[in-house]
């Protein structure tokens, strides 16, 4: 089967010029060293969709690093090498390209990080996690283009199915169960009925990988265009459950997923919106123990418990009496993706009309007096001057005060009720650093 296709001329349909041109110098560099040297995974597979994808990964038959180094110095790129994995990064002029050395691979257990050897394209190949990204090209001269396919990608591609390469696949590496259903999504495909067999057979080895593994995962669905079709096909297939029982990939999800992108409009919402509202019907204990199986860091974490604390206070929200600084308690202090998810969330009006209103309004209201203007007019440093500028804060946000002069007559008033409880014997000046 290899050999029959040549893709010169889609690379240079869909690729930019200058990694066409560093191909093949990459390509003649290896061929020099005796290497063979290919392009390989999802970009052969995008290549063959007719899509663009800057994401090239290549692998030599030998030393990556080695020729990294000489490649880098052909290009003036910078190298980023890492010896344990001997792959290489170069970077240049705004360009990035990933070699790796072709490798053979073999599990010691279910979950564990392969043990890796040196190895042939073809070995390297067989290692990979689905048909349509375990194919290659060819970048050596003579032979440039040329397509290997060793387990029908193309016909799967043709097909839109989405197939393992052998039945221990997700046993291997269960990992691949949510980059199946990634791939599956993205590409509108459907998994291969024995596919679709074994991962259903294979869910649970979900729990042999270790929670960093699984949130990255998680992040890469998150990112992706549409995140909401993958996570409502892994509730179909329990494996959106293995991460937390109580998580739901149904209409509301995908509703919500979908006003935050509107809401967003220019960029993708960022994933802690995303992740938000994922867990948004978990309980605070539901969520410390995804929080602390998934590892998340501590300001992603965060976003996701103000979302839940503040989804308690919803109900309160909704009170149409409520005074504006009464708002601006409730809301100021939580994480600005904890706010826009619960506005996202709450079907109550009131409450979505002071979020609104806090959002648009009430978040940049500021006294006009500083500190340093209420010391001057006597009040003492410390914790009274906190105190005389909230009450500020409050009288701006609640239209009491709307004018500078109308804070001044405030802070005389205050100090002037604060002053009487200073005992009579104390100084004057005591006296005027009494809170
Ligand atoms: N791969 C694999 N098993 C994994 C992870 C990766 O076999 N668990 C292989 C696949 O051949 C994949 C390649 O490594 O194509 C590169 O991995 P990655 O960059 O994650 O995948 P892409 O195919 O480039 O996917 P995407 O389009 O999502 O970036």
């Given at each position: 089967?290899?050999?029959?296709?040549?893709?010169?001329?889609?690379?240079?349909?869909?690729?930019?010029?200058?990694?066409?041109?560093?191909?093949?110098?990459?390509?003649?560099?290896?061929?020099?060293?005796?290497?063979?040297?290919?392009?390989?995974?999802?970009?052969?597979?995008?290549?063959?969709?007719?899509?663009?994808?800057?994401?090239?990964?290549?692998?030599?038959?030998?030393?990556?690093?080695?020729?990294?180094?000489?490649?880098?110095?052909?290009?003036?790129?910078?190298?980023?090498?890492?010896?344990?994995?001997?792959?290489?990064?170069?970077?240049?002029?705004?360009?990035?390209?990933?070699?790796?050395?072709?490798?053979?691979?073999?599990?010691?257990?279910?979950?564990?990080?392969?043990?890796?050897?040196?190895?042939?394209?073809?070995?390297?190949?067989?290692?990979?996690?689905?048909?349509?990204?375990?194919?290659?090209?060819?970048?050596?001269?003579?032979?440039?283009?040329?397509?290997?396919?060793?387990?029908?990608?193309?016909?799967?591609?043709?097909?839109?199915?989405?197939?393992?390469?052998?039945?221990?696949?997700?046993?291997?590496?269960?990992?691949?169960?949510?980059?199946?259903?990634?791939?599956?999504?993205?590409?509108?495909?459907?998994?291969?009925?024995?596919?679709?067999?074994?991962?259903?057979?294979?869910?649970?080895?979900l729990d042999t990988i270790s929670g960093d593994r699984i949130r990255n995962e998680l992040e890469l669905v998150l990112k992706e265009k549409l995140p909401e079709k993958v996570l409502r096909r892994a509730e179909e297939l329990g494996v959106l459950q293995r991460l937390h029982p109580s998580l739901k990939g149904n209409r509301w999800l995908s509703e919500k997923l979908a006003q935050a992108r509107h809401l967003s409009h220019t960029s993708p919402p960022s994933i802690g919106i995303y992740l938000a509202l994922l867990t948004y019907r978990l309980s605070g204990q539901e969520l410390e123990c995804l929080i602390s199986y998934l590892r998340l860091p501590k300001s992603l974490s965060q976003v996701l418990r103000d979302t839940i604390s503040l989804k308690d206070t919803l109900q309160a929200l909704a009170d149409?009496?409520?005074?504006?600084?009464?708002?601006?308690?409730?809301?100021?202090?939580?994480?600005?993706?904890?706010?826009?998810?619960?506005?996202?969330?709450?079907?109550?009006?009131?409450a979505s009309q002071h979020i609104h209103l806090f959002l648009d309004k009430l978040r940049y209201v500021k006294p006009a007096l500083t500190g340093d203007s209420l010391i001057l007019m006597g009040v003492a440093p410390g914790p009274g001057v906190k105190q005389v500028l909230d009450l500020l804060r409050q009288a701006r946000l609640n239209g009491e005060a709307t004018a500078k002069r109308d804070e001044q007559a405030m802070v005389s008033d205050w100090l002037a009720r604060n002053r009487i409880k200073v005992p009579a014997d104390k100084s004057n000046v005591e006296r005027r650093h009494e809170p």
């Amino acid at each position: 089967m290899s050999g029959a296709i040549n893709l010169s001329d889609t690379i240079e349909k869909y690729l930019p010029a200058e990694l066409g041109g560093f191909m093949r110098l990459a390509g003649e560099a290896a061929a020099g060293r005796k290497q063979g040297f290919y392009l390989v995974g999802g970009v052969v597979r995008d290549l063959l969709l007719g899509q663009t994808n800057l994401d090239l990964d290549l692998v030599v038959e030998g030393d990556a690093i080695a020729l990294g180094q000489a490649l880098a110095q052909a290009r003036q790129a910078k190298i980023t090498a890492h010896p344990r994995f001997n792959t290489a990064k170069l970077q240049w002029d705004g360009w990035s390209v990933d070699i790796a050395t072709a490798r053979s691979e073999s599990y010691a257990r279910p979950g564990a990080l392969p043990d890796v050897k040196p190895g042939r394209i073809q070995e390297d190949l067989s290692r990979r996690d689905f048909t349509i990204n375990a194919m290659a090209v060819y970048l050596s001269p003579g032979r440039y283009g040329e397509l290997i396919d060793l387990y029908g990608g193309r016909a799967d591609l043709e097909r839109k199915l989405v197939r393992v390469l052998h039945d221990r696949s997700f046993i291997d590496d269960a990992t691949r169960i949510w980059r199946g259903l990634r791939y599956e999504q993205r590409l509108d495909f459907q998994l291969e009925e024995n596919t679709l067999r074994l991962l259903q057979r294979d869910v649970s080895m979900l729990d042999t990988i270790s929670g960093d593994r699984i949130r990255n995962e998680l992040e890469l669905v998150l990112k992706e265009k549409l995140p909401e079709k993958v996570l409502r096909r892994a509730e179909e297939l329990g494996v959106l459950q293995r991460l937390h029982p109580s998580l739901k990939g149904n209409r509301w999800l995908s509703e919500k997923l979908a006003q935050a992108r509107h809401l967003s409009h220019t960029s993708p919402p960022s994933i802690g919106i995303y992740l938000a509202l994922l867990t948004y019907r978990l309980s605070g204990q539901e969520l410390e123990c995804l929080i602390s199986y998934l590892r998340l860091p501590k300001s992603l974490s965060q976003v996701l418990r103000d979302t839940i604390s503040l989804k308690d206070t919803l109900q309160a929200l909704a009170d149409p009496e409520l005074k504006p600084s009464q708002v601006y308690q409730m809301l100021h202090g939580c994480s600005l993706p904890a706010i826009t998810v619960n506005l996202l969330a709450c079907e109550a009006s009131t409450a979505s009309q002071h979020i609104h209103l806090f959002l648009d309004k009430l978040r940049y209201v500021k006294p006009a007096l500083t500190g340093d203007s209420l010391i001057l007019m006597g009040v003492a440093p410390g914790p009274g001057v906190k105190q005389v500028l909230d009450l500020l804060r409050q009288a701006r946000l609640n239209g009491e005060a709307t004018a500078k002069r109308d804070e001044q007559a405030m802070v005389s008033d205050w100090l002037a009720r604060n002053r009487i409880k200073v005992p009579a014997d104390k100084s004057n000046v005591e006296r005027r650093h009494e809170p």
